[in-house]
């Protein structure tokens, strides 16, 4: 082969590894669902409800539930077991080390759950909230709190990690 004949190889093969090369760019970051608008500060509420819990403020987290529930008679009857877990979670959990709205669902245009994860020294706590639009107004539904890391996860799709 003559000399012009490899350069013509060569440039080819070059340009031929080129265009099938991987870029070293990074991947696009991930976009984070940011959560919906439902037109109520549920961010709010459910940061002022964290803060009174790991405060040490019972009474007033309760109230602030018993504040938005759209059952208040039926509320009457939670006063005291809230008043418990409350006052555990203050006692048994430790120092707070914040929390991160994680995670929603939404059953219908007027009905969301939102998933909290609450850490503190001691360990960490999944918290729930139901919240439900009712005569043009959001109000608290369900509330419930989970500390079993098996339990939580069952609701988190697994992600694979490639590699060793």
């Not at 059952?71 to 120092?95: C, Q």
């Not at 998933?115 to 729930?128: P, R």
Request: glycine share 8%; proline share 5%; with cysteine.
């Amino acid at each position: 082969m003559s000399k012009a004949g490899y350069v013509a190889c060569a440039v080819a093969t070059l340009a031929l590894c080129l265009s099938t090369a991987r870029t070293q760019t990074p991947a696009p970051p991930r976009q984070v669902d940011k959560g919906p608008d439902i037109g109520f500060d549920y961010r709010a509420f459910i940061a002022e409800h964290q803060e009174l819990i790991n405060s040490g403020q019972v009474e007033k987290a309760v109230d602030h539930l018993k504040s938005r529930a759209k059952y208040p008679k039926a509320f009457a009857k939670l006063d005291e077991p809230f008043r418990k877990v409350f006052a555990g979670i203050f006692s048994r959990y430790g120092k707070p080390d914040g929390f991160e709205l994680v995670g929603y669902k939404r059953y219908s245009s007027r009905q969301y759950q939102f998933f909290v994860m609450a850490y503190y020294e001691n360990g960490s706590i999944q918290f729930n909230y139901g919240l439900e639009r009712w005569r043009d107004e959001w109000k608290w539904i369900q509330f419930g709190t989970q500390n079993n890391v098996d339990e939580i996860g069952k609701g988190i799709p697994f992600q694979p990690i490639e590699g060793k």
